[in-house]
């Protein structure tokens, strides 16, 4: 089983930075999906950024330029570098993990959250 425990939010002044962590357990560093998501109250879940396994990434528009997705699969542990962030960037952050298997299905997991407040 994979399992996804998330670290490194908290409270920011804007312009601030922070870098979430997700260590993964499993080996879910083989071929699979991995992202940031983000919900904040009264909002959809949206896709923040994403990596795939051969080092594909794709981020939304609005974090472009201010966040950077990576992973160290020595540690198996994905990060999320967050920089100039705004009082919009406020939300729960999700890590997941997509993992695709030989019959073309895949399994999705996800982390517990992690509060990020953006606020002068």
């Known amino acids: 089983q994979v399992q996804l425990v998330e670290s490194g939010g908290g409270s920011v002044q804007p312009g601030g930075s922070l870098r979430l962590s997700c260590v993964v357990s499993g080996n879910s560093m083989g071929f699979n999906v991995m992202g940031w998501y983000r919900q904040a109250p009264g909002k959809q879940r949206e896709l923040v950024a994403a990596i795939i396994s051969g080092g594909r990434l794709n981020y939304a528009d609005s974090v472009k330029g201010r966040f950077t997705i990576s992973r160290d699969n020595a540690k198996n542990t994905l990060y999320l570098q967050m920089n100039s962030l705004k009082p919009e960037d406020t939300a729960v952050y999700y890590c997941?993990?997509?993992?695709?298997?030989?019959?073309?299905?895949?399994?999705?997991?996800w982390g517990q959250g992690t509060q990020v407040t953006v606020s002068s």
């Open positions: 997941n993990s997509k993992v695709f298997h030989y019959s073309g299905a895949s399994t999705d997991y």
